[in-house]
Structure formats: structure tokens, C-alpha cells
């Protein structure tokens, strides 16, 4: 019988016959504050997965490999299931949200080099930030796995900042997540969605992920289906 083993923010994990196997359940809601604020919205989450969908599909095609394994309907599919290491990775091309309000700076500018953060992954502890001697000491990663996530990292930046640029968009920022396989090793997980990226129109500078909901500037599932439109058709040209 299959069981909810976790209802997050975005999506339910449940799991299935096979104990390597998750199925995951793509949620109508976006939340903003670490879960504070909640609300919901009628196909965010078709519109959330098939923008995910569509980065993994091009991240595999260009060697990365995901957890990804198989679509089951617009709302779910089969993933490996991961061992989770609990960081959130998160590489910044220019300066904007949590980056431009702690050191003071206006969003906008663009960084002479990639910035990259971790942050323990805990709503609880509201994510605090962690640095490579807490990840080693704390033993929530070697020092060699953190360098091979972060070139993973890097790889991704290096393949979607141009992609993104080709759909006219400018990917600002983005966070990934890592699990480890039986054997353990190490591959990407979670998801790439406009809940986890910062994208921003190449003319006009508008919003197109959740700080739309984050700052109510416009409707959030119309936003994620116009990144998705775009994306695909930005994907279909370079084939
Ligand atoms: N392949 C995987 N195996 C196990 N857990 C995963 C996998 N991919 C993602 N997860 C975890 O499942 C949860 C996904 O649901 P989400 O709504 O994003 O949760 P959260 O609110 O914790 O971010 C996250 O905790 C994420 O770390
Ligand atoms: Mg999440």
C-alpha cells in the first residue's frame, strides 16, 4: 500500500511497491516565510512540474544525472528515491532577495562571479546559513562531496543561465538539492522551478517566479505557464 511519507511545501513524497522508488505529488500552493504564508493556487503545481520536467530532461541530456525516472500524469511522477543530505545550494548571478537585504545592496547588479551559499534545510531553524567546517564537523557531508556538489552546481549555472537567456529570461539565482542513492552517491534531487529560482524578464526586468507571490506583483500560475512556454520553445530551437 503506498504511504505519505512527507508533505512538504510544495509536494507530497509517497511511497510505492518498489522501496527504491517515490512517487512525488506536485501541490496548488505556493508558500512564502518558510511556510508562514501559505495560499493556494489551481495549476501551480502542473505548471511548477513541467518547468521542472523540462530542466532535468535538458540537465540529463547534457550528462547530469537526477533522480528523475519516469511522468505519470501533469501533476506526478516516479523519482529514485535519495537519502537526502539536508543543505539547500544556492548560486547567485546577481545580487537580489536575502543577498541584496543583508548587505545592504539594490537588487540588479551583476555579480563579476557566480556566489555561492549553503543553508542547513530546517523550517524549523528558519534555514540557517552553513559554512563548509559545520557541513564537515557536523558530518552532513564530506569536504569532497561538497566540492562535487558545487561543480555539479556550477555545471547547472553553466548550462541554464544561457538556456534561461535564449527564453529571455535572466536566471538571477537558484537553489538545488543533493541526495545520496543506495550506494551513495550523490545526485541531484528535488526539483528546478520558479519556487526555487529567481527569473527576471531580459526587457522589461519583470518578475517571473515566486516573488511574484512573494511581493503580489502578478498571478502566479500564469507566470510559471509563460516561463514554461518559453522554455520549451527555447529547448525545441537548439534541437
Ligand atoms: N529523490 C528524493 N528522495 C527523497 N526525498 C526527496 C527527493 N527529492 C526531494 N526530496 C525531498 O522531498 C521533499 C519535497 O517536498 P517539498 O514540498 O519541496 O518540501 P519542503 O517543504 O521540505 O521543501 C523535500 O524535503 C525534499 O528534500
Ligand atoms: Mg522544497
Not at 545592504?104 to 524549523?124: A, I, M, N, R, Y
Not at 539565482?173 to 552517491?185: C, N, S, V
Not at 545526485?187 to 516573488?211: T, V, Y
Amino acid at each position: 500500500m503506498e504511504k505519505l511519507l512527507y508533505s512538504g511545501k510544495a509536494k507530497q513524497m509517497w511511497q510505492t511497491d518498489d522501496p527504491a522508488v517515490l512517487r512525488v505529488v506536485y501541490l496548488d500552493q505556493a508558500t512564502a516565510l518558510n511556510g508562514k504564508q501559505k495560499d493556494h493556487f489551481a495549476g501551480k503545481g502542473q505548471a511548477a512540474k513541467a518547468i521542472s520536467d523540462l530542466v532535468f530532461a535538458y540537465l540529463k541530456d547534457h550528462g547530469i544525472e537526477t533522480h528523475l525516472i519516469k511522468q505519470l500524469s501533469p501533476t506526478e511522477e516516479l523519482v529514485k528515491k535519495c537519502t537526502m543530505i539536508p543543505l539547500e545550494f544556492v548560486t547567485r548571478n546577481v545580487v537580489a532577495g536575502h543577498f541584496a537585504s543583508r548587505y545592504g545592496l539594490k537588487e540588479g547588479q551583476s555579480l563579476p562571479h557566480p556566489v555561492q551559499e549553503t543553508f542547513f534545510k530546517s523550517d524549523q531553524l528558519d534555514d540557517p546559513f552553513i559554512n563548509a567546517s559545520a557541513t564537515t564537523a557536523l558530518e552532513i557531508a564530506s569536504q569532497e562531496e561538497l566540492d562535487q556538489m558545487w561543480a555539479l552546481c556550477q555545471q547547472v549555472d553553466d548550462l541554464l543561465t544561457p538556456l534561461f537567456e535564449k527564453a529571455g529570461m535572466r536566471l538571477v539565482d537558484f537553489k538545488l538539492e543533493f541526495g545520496r542513492l543506495a550506494d551513495g552517491h550523490i545526485i541531484l534531487a528535488d526539483e528546478f522551478s520558479p519556487d526555487n529560482c529567481r527569473l527576471w524578464d531580459l526587457q522589461s526586468g519583470d518578475h517571473l517566479d515566486k516573488d511574484v507571490y512573494r511581493r503580489h506583483l502578478a498571478d502566479l500560475t500564469s507566470t510559471y505557464e509563460e516561463v514554461h512556454h518559453r522554455l520549451q520553445a527555447a529547448i525545441e530551437e537548439e534541437k
